[in-house]
């Protein structure tokens, strides 16, 4: 009983794995089908026509559902698509941004995302607001070499020098938010 219980979550963590329409519902439609000795295809509305109008009809339900739930906020929607191309466009990048790199966690798959956003790429805003964060990045990876020379003891700038430098992050966040909010050009 205990090994059975065990064995169940590493069988839905492999199904998790199995992507084929990149959902995750998919893998769990099967993971179920197979715990049921029921193998889904076109045979599936002949061999077991109750599970299959079962699912029909929870289809019809959700269905039903988004209805009873989005006819009273029709109201909301409307007043979301009165919100402004220049604020509504920067809340979508970044909800985006967040939504690639936290499910992925990788770097390249939010570069695919930006360069296949051809409308992003000719506004020389964003341009401008895209140099001022990769130079903000390069300044981090400076700071950390910086750190290990501090770390071994050696100080090759001056006080005045260091402490300079240290306004950097501050002057690029204040152009970074001036050109998200002014768009100048």
Request: charged content about 10%; overall charge neutral.
């Amino acid at each position: 009983m205990i090994q059975e219980k065990l064995e169940i979550p590493a069988i839905g963590n492999q199904a998790l794995l199995i992507r084929p329409d990149g959902s995750g519902e998919f893998p769990g439609v099967l993971f179920l089908t197979d715990i049921w000795g029921i193998r889904p295809g076109p045979l599936m509305m002949t061999e077991h026509p109750d599970v299959f109008w079962g699912l029909v009809a929870s289809m019809y339900i959700g269905n039903i559902m988004l209805l009873v739930l989005n006819l009273p906020l029709i109201g909301l929607w409307i007043q979301i698509l009165r919100i402004p191309y220049g604020v509504m466009f920067p809340l979508i990048l970044v909800f985006c941004i967040v939504g690639v790199y936290g499910t992925t966690g990788s770097a390249f798959h939010l570069g695919l995302m930006l360069a296949f956003n051809l409308d992003l790429w000719g506004q020389t805003w964003f341009q401008a607001k895209l140099v001022l964060v990769f130079a903000l990045s390069g300044y981090q990876g400076w700071l950390g070499a910086y750190g290990k020379k501090l770390a071994n003891g050696e100080r090759p700038l001056s006080g005045k020098a260091v402490r300079m430098i240290n306004e950097i992050p501050g002057i690029a966040a204040a152009l970074i938010v001036v050109l998200v909010i002014v768009r100048p050009f």
